[in-house]
């Protein structure tokens, strides 16, 4: 018991001070993984002296939390976002991971003189950026939908490939014309699973009445986890299974949908803080020190050439500009998804496999230091900056099951198209109604003659089937105001 309790103090302490190492992250421009690896070392042998050398568990754990991370991030992802930029999305985690692998092996076999299938390994187990990296250095630099999303979609997408070309390189024995095969067949397949399972999901959420509010965000992580348990057992891609089915329930008509994102979110952090804190406990500053040359030496290959090469490529199709292609190189940082594959051939006991581990964990603080501190920079340079982008409009609904009808809260941001459109301007379809309106603290009923406001809260009650069109034309209202309807505007 005593164990016991010692364990969850020094894991309450970890989470507090990881917490508060988020606003010293964000003032300084980089990842908090940094921080996160830091108290995992400080933590460690070199440290508190805490011995911790089991890979398989790390891998285990490093896998169960991406699941985790994978989910909050297809939960939070705005579809409407990221569809402009799906084309470039797709090929960057696609095409430009295969040149990524094959550039980066080609190099190191000739510079570091390692054999083909160990270099194509280190190739793979590098070719997948991380979405917690990228995003917590993206947020406020005012980039376009167009650029943001495509890094979103890339960080997404690409760790299902990297993972499956890691897993068959540390397990065949021969390299052979069948494993592109297999891989397509694997990342399709786990795309359908994703696909099927969240569309299910979704459907059923909206139609069982659950006893609790906090059901609904349990129900909905449920259901990415499956996503993946799905995909594995199918011999598919779990990772993108679970990414899709994300996506898909993220973007559908859920109920208490605010609350399902904040519970992800709050769970992707733990998630990410675990798991760097796990991966720097797992990191011996003593064999690190021999790593540095290789890790450097991999780092200035996959920084200089695979990477600028492979976006070339993959955005080759899609008429770029050459302003956001250098910005898409420069910002495909690496965190914890790189580290955790390298912990795929320790695992297995394939031959040479430990001192990979140590060369991607220098090359991933080297990387974060130099990319992550200069994206700000760059964006600045290249012109890339647009500025504060609108803020979305929150809509969420929550079933009223005894009555057969939905109460649905809006918020309306600032710069919303909604701010004073009349309550009869709004023309809600039959069988809905605006029944409150908070603004500045106070709530109060509305009349016909009432006129919204930036800001303001309002709930409205609709029939289950006035719902979907009720908030179709709150969404037209907001992008386009009140004359949506001639504007062709559908709220979609």
């Not at 090929?91 to 991971?97: F, K």
């Not at 109920?255 to 992800?264: E, I, K, M």
Request: glycine letters at 12%.
């Amino acid at each position: 018991m005593n164990g016991l309790t010692l364990a969850l103090g020094i894991g309450a302490v970890v989470v507090l001070v990881a917490v508060l190492a988020v606003r010293v992250a964000v003032r300084l421009g980089l990842p908090s993984l940094l921080l996160y690896l830091g108290i995992g070392v400080v933590l460690g042998e070199a440290g508190f002296g805490i011995t911790f050398d089991d890979a398989q568990l790390t891998q285990a754990l490093g896998l169960a939390a991406l699941v985790l991370i994978l989910t909050e991030g297809g939960l939070t992802t705005r579809w409407t976002d990221v569809r402009p930029s799906l084309g470039i999305g797709v090929a960057l985690s696609t095409v430009a991971v295969a040149v990524s692998i094959g550039v980066t092996a080609t190099c190191l076999h000739f510079v570091l003189g390692l054999d083909w299938k160990l270099a194509a390994l280190w190739g793979s187990v590098l070719a997948s950026t991380d979405a917690a990296a990228v995003f917590s250095v993206l947020r406020g630099l005012g980039l376009s939908k167009r650029l943001v999303g495509s890094l979103e979609l890339e960080s997404g997408l690409n760790d299902a490939p990297s993972y499956i070309a890691v897993v068959l390189l540390s397990t065949a024995t021969s390299v052979d014309w069948t494993m592109p095969l297999l891989i397509g067949y694997e990342l399709a397949a786990g795309a359908a699973i994703g696909l099927l399972l969240g569309w299910l999901g979704a459907l059923g959420l909206r139609h069982v009445a659950l006893p609790a509010t906090g059901l609904y965000p349990l129900a909905t992580v449920a259901v990415c986890v499956a996503a993946f348990a799905g995909g594995q057992f199918a011999h598919a891609s779990g990772l993108l299974a679970t990414y899709v089915a994300g996506l898909v329930l993220g973007n559908s008509r859920l109920p208490h949908r605010s609350d399902t994102l904040s519970f992800a979110e709050g769970l992707g952090w733990l998630s990410q803080i675990g798991l760097f804190v796990l991966l720097g406990l797992f990191a011996s500053p003593e064999r690190l020190l021999d790593a540095v040359v290789p890790g450097l030496v991999a780092g200035a290959v996959l920084l200089l050439l695979a990477r600028p090469l492979s976006v070339v490529l993959a955005a080759l199709p899609f008429r770029v500009p050459w302003r956001e292609q250098v910005f898409l190189s420069w910002a495909g940082l690496r965190g914890a998804v790189p580290i955790v594959l390298a912990m795929i051939p320790v695992s297995a006991g394939l031959p040479g496999a430990k001192p990979l581990v140590d060369a991607v964990f220098v090359l991933v603080i080297v990387l974060t230091l130099v990319q992550g501190g200069t994206l700000k920079l760059l964006a600045r340079m290249l012109g890339l900056n647009q500025g504060a982008t609108s803020e979305e409009m929150q809509v969420d609904a929550a079933p009223l099951d005894e009555l057969g009808a939905d109460l649905i809260q809006v918020k309306i941001p600032e710069g919303s198209k909604l701010h004073g459109v009349y309550l009869t301007e709004l023309r809600l379809p039959p069988g809905a109604t605006v029944s409150l309106v908070t603004r500045d603290g106070a709530a109060f009923t509305p009349q016909p003659s009432t006129r919204l406001q930036e800001h303001d809260h309002i709930l409205v009650v609709a029939t289950q089937e006035a719902r979907v069109a009720t908030e179709r034309r709150i969404r037209a209202v907001d992008r386009a105001g009140r004359y949506a309807r001639w504007r062709g505007e559908r709220g979609d």
